[in-house]
């Protein structure tokens, strides 16, 4: 189960700088606040599945537990890193990328 987690905290955040990254090269630097409400549902959904996943290890030792409170943190800081990494990205592709787009048949 939390390989699982861990997975899904590595793929969330993924999901979140490619959509943001592409969103902002796409349509603007002002939709990257689409990504902040990507963010936000990811890390409901992280504590939903950490108060979920809590309540089912009733029989682990404390150790345990904490090792999975700090796993479920992890991935707060995983999700929240990956949209800081858009950003830059952003930043460094506007800098110092040209993107040109051409059609066939348009002069120019």
Do not use: C
């Amino acid at each position: 189960m939390i390989e699982f987690v861990i997975l899904l905290g590595v793929i969330g955040g993924w999901i979140i700088v490619a959509s943001t990254l592409f969103l902002m090269l796409a349509l603007g630097k002002t939709w990257g606040l689409a990504g902040v409400l990507l963010l936000v549902a990811a890390i409901q959904i992280n504590h939903w599945l950490k108060e979920k996943y809590m309540h089912a290890i009733v029989d682990a030792t404390p150790r345990a537990k904490a090792i999975a409170a700090h796993i479920f943190e992890m991935n707060e800081l995983i999700l929240l890193s990956s949209y800081l990494v858009s950003l830059l990205l952003y930043e460094g592709i506007q800098k110092y990328v040209e993107i040109i787009i051409k059609f066939p048949g348009m002069v120019g």
